[in-house]
């Protein structure tokens, strides 16, 4: 009894070994790194950091997340910073990946346009800032293909001068080379990204006239709706989707949701998530609150967008006037307001009903239309001062 359980306990141990051996040889066995380590966490980190800099003989590699200068001229940051510039002039190659993406508005967003980042960039130093639809949030230094530091400190004032932070020092070719890899690919990223160009396409080309269907004028869960809340984007949006399947014909299509962002006249400098969100809102209310269209979003990056057929009239005469494109659909027009508009699109729809705008009064205009007295006054004033 005795040797057959020896026996078993033989036959386990081999086959243990035998697996270990086989993950070995199809690269599955992870290799052990040879490295020498030193913590050089909280107030330690300024000082290594900086022997290693004044040291550097061939590169300095620099990925982080948030560099903030500050306005104190003995800052840290511009200590280290002038540190890099230093080394630049003995001909040390210096590169840096910066994030460029910030959850709130954020002082580091303005080191890419502050003074020290001209300077570094006119030194010679290779710099890549993040594309704003993803986030860079490495704390990692690598000097001379050897040295890697790696922790959680951003270069800050109160991250070097007070924050309690955890970093460690790497000395190890081997390791330093994965890091390496692991930025050479964030680089093929970033070149990859920075092919991508999005534009106002659906504001180009667009037809002479707009054919807008009754309903949303004369229904008051329509046009009014938007006008009395104020809801001028998606008054804005639904006018670009009826113009674009004027456009091609088709009450069916597809849309690049940031492209459409930057055609609602949105901030250029918002990262393309941020432009998403805003117009996979406006969809959503379009969709939801206004029954106005059908949405099926592809990967939260285009969207599917199915006109709703009860009040796309395409260009039915019976049901439908027209207006000059170009008059309406100018995004970004301060001067050209949600009521302005809407004020716009009823003397449009009185002038294809044989009626003149100027002939009725402001108070029978706005019952006939769904809104309130001010409303229609101040669209006049906008009118007049447009």
């Not at 504001?203 to 006008?227: A, D, Q, R, S």
């Not at 019976?318 to 000059?324: A, E, K, L, V, W």
């Not at 995004?331 to 809407?342: D, I, S």
Request: charged share 25%; net charge positive; proline share 3%.
């Amino acid at each position: 009894m005795k040797k057959n359980k020896l026996l078993i306990l033989l036959i386990i141990v081999f086959a243990l070994q035998l697996g270990s051996l086989s993950g070995a040889e199809g690269g599955e066995a992870k290799r052990a790194i040879s490295a020498k380590v030193t913590d050089i966490s909280d107030r330690k980190y300024e000082k290594a950091v900086i022997e290693l800099f004044d040291n550097a003989k061939d590169s300095i590699v620099i990925s982080m997340y948030s560099i903030s200068t500050g306005d104190d001229r003995k800052n840290p940051v511009k200590l280290l910073l002038n540190d890099l510039l230093e080394a630049r002039g003995r001909g040390v190659n210096v590169t840096m990946y910066l994030n460029s993406r910030f959850r709130h508005n954020s002082t580091d967003e303005s080191f890419i346009a502050s003074p020290m980042f001209k300077e570094l960039e006119k030194a010679g130093c290779e710099i890549y800032p993040m594309p704003k639809n993803r986030v860079l949030h490495d704390k990692l230094i690598v000097v001379d293909n050897r040295y890697v530091v790696v922790g959680s400190t951003n270069w800050s004032n109160r991250a070097l001068r007070s924050n309690f932070e955890s970093n460690t020092l790497i000395d190890s070719p081997d390791h330093a080379k994965e890091k390496l890899k692991h930025l050479n690919d964030i680089l093929k990223f970033i070149k990859s990204n920075s092919e991508i160009s999005h534009s106002k396409i659906y504001t180009k080309n667009l037809p002479e006239e707009l054919f807008i269907p009754k309903k949303l004028l004369i229904n008051e869960e329509y046009f009014p709706n938007m006008v009395t809340i104020k809801d001028e984007r998606a008054f804005d949006l639904y006018l670009l989707l009826l113009a674009h399947a004027q456009n091609g014909k088709k009450q069916e299509f597809y849309i690049n949701l940031e492209d459409m962002g930057l055609c609602l006249g949105l901030p250029g400098n918002w990262n393309y998530s941020t432009l998403r969100r805003q117009v996979i809102k406006s969809l959503r209310k379009l969709q939801k609150h206004y029954n106005l269209i059908t949405v099926k979003f592809i990967y939260s990056r285009d969207a599917h967008i199915t006109l709703n057929s009860s009040v796309f009239a395409g260009e039915a005469k019976q049901s439908h006037f027209t207006i000059p494109t170009d008059s309406i659909i100018k995004p970004g027009n301060a001067k050209l307001t949600l009521r302005l508009k809407f004020l716009l699109l009823i003397e449009a729809f009185l002038k294809n009903e044989g009626e003149d705008l100027y002939s009725i009064a402001k108070a029978t205009l706005a019952k006939r239309f769904g809104v309130n007295n001010a409303t229609i006054s101040k669209a006049f004033g906008d009118l007049r001062n447009n």
